[in-house]
Nanobody, 112 residues
Framework: QVQLVESGGGLVQPGGSLRLSCRAS????????MKWYRQAPGEEREFVAA????????NYADSVKGRFTISRDNAQNTVYLQMNSLKVEDTAVYYC?????WGQGTQVTVSS
């Protein structure tokens, strides 16, 4: 059974940084691309970033390009999202995704 467990969210001031982690289990992690999505209150869930199985390819939403970095450690079955220069509009629940599976999400709040 696929399990995805996110962590690392919290409250941060504008301009600050956070690093999210998503620990995966129940499948061969190194065979699959991984994605991060986010959902703000009253909004639809939106794509944030993706990374291929070997880390050769990454993709980002225009809204986070140059500020967020996705990475993975296949030995640890973990995908990361480094978020720098955070803005109030980055406030959302952040979800890890692969195939049709989702984690429970981790709350990121950017506020002064």
């Amino acid at each position: 059974q696929v399990q995805l467990v996110e962590s690392g969210g919290g409250l941060v001031q504008p301009g600050g940084s956070l690093r999210l982690s998503c620990r995966a289990s129940g499948f061969t992690f190194s065979d699959y691309s991984m994605k991060w999505y986010r959902q703000a209150p009253g909004e639809e869930r939106e794509f944030v970033a993706a990374i291929s199985s070997t880390s050769a390819t990454t993709n980002y939403a225009d809204s986070v390009k140059g500020r967020f970095t996705i990475s993975r450690d296949n030995a640890q079955n973990t995908v990361y999202l480094q978020m720098n220069s955070l803005k109030v509009e980055d406030t959302a629940v952040y979800y890890c995704n692969t195939l049709t599976s989702w984690g429970q999400g981790t709350q990121v709040t950017v506020s002064s």
